[in-house]
């Protein structure tokens, strides 16, 4: 997107519903939509020229950041489909949007962890009875420490009692000590882990932030690690970099014995830089808890 562009919607924004009529607004929202979505074909187009087998060529967007949705279903396909249809998804967010809401519209069960208690009581409004067998979701902040007793006690909850549960998903996002939290998960098994990733550093760049069990994201550059940093550490538990989302923001891996019908291509060619303004992307109408309130009604 041309800087002129992202200047240009900046206080467009900022001024929706007071000095610019609705009319215009939609028609600058439209502009928007169009040229992220002209930019992800232009990315997808020069990974399908080099490797037209690559998983990030099957991106979308239902409930998720980005183009994840589509990531996930399409690893799932390639690996031999889902199993125990679990997930844990820590950092979850207000729950609109997030990796895995779109799991349970299709019928998998599983765990929302978020820090915000703003994120959680907005969850809890509009899904009261969220602490179901189908969804459990906890408000707490995640380190180091406390992760495993925290799975352990929400997989107890969805019925699980092996020592060591093996589940479908796990999704990690809570914008600082990622490395170091995913380095202290024995409670769960995942076939297929996803992380943020900090895209400012290409591989072989290995970087990440120092271990503070107080740090809240100051919004600025300082947090997670690089690529390679994750690369490296899940290799040496058996897993394989398998995509990148368009935006550089989720980097998706899957366990080495069961990677099925995915190609295994260079880390280098797998890494997506920082595109965060591709996350406005749009799919359909703003999104809601109202379908998923109804899922676990039903």
């Known amino acids: 997107m041309s800087t002129f562009i992202k200047k240009l919607m900046r206080p467009a ?13 939609n028609r600058l929202d439209g502009i928007e939509q169009g040229l992220i979505s002209a930019e992800i074909d232009r990315v997808r187009e020069r990974m399908a020229a080099k490797h037209p087998e690559a998983v990030m060529l099957r991106g979308h967007k239902v409930h998720s950041q980005c183009d994840e949705d589509g990531i996930i279903a399409e690893i799932f396909t390639r690996i031999g489909g889902p199993r125990s249809k679990v997930f844990c998804e820590i950092g979850c967010g ?15 069960r599983g765990i929302w962890i978020d820090g915000s208690p703003k994120n959680i009581e907005r969850i809890r409004k509009w899904i009261p009875d969220a602490s179901s ?9 995640v380190t180091r420490d406390n992760v495993d007793k925290l799975l352990s006690q929400e997989m107890g909850g969805l019925g699980f009692r092996d020592e060591k549960p093996e589940i479908d998903y796990l999704s990690l996002d809570i914008d600082g000590n990622d490395l170091h939290v995913l380095k202290a998960i024995t409670a769960v098994d995942a076939r297929v882990i996803s992380v943020e990733y900090n895209a400012k550093f290409p591989p072989p760049a290995k970087v990440a932030m120092g271990y503070s069990a107080e740090h809240r994201w100051g919004r600025d550059d300082y947090y997670g690690a690089s690529l390679q940093e994750y690369v490296d550490l ?19 891996f899957a366990k080495e014995s069961e990677l099925g019908e995915i190609a295994v291509l260079p880390v280098t060619d797998l890494y997506q ?11 359909g109408h703003t999104s809601s808890l109202k379908f998923l309130r109804d899922r676990l009604r039903s």
């Open 234 to 252: 899940l290799g040496s538990q058996g897993y394989r970099l398998v995509c990148c989302t368009v935006s550089g923001v989720n980097a998706f």
């Open 94 to 108: 207000n729950g609109r949007e997030n990796n895995t809401h779109n799991l349970v519209l299709n019928g998998w």
């Open 273 to 283: 830089p920082p595109r965060l303004h591709l996350t406005r992307l749009r799919s």
């Open 13 to 25: 924004r900022s001024l929706a519903g007071h000095l610019i009529p609705s009319a215009i607004q």
């Open 133 to 141: 067998g189908t969804l459990r979701v906890l408000q707490a902040f």
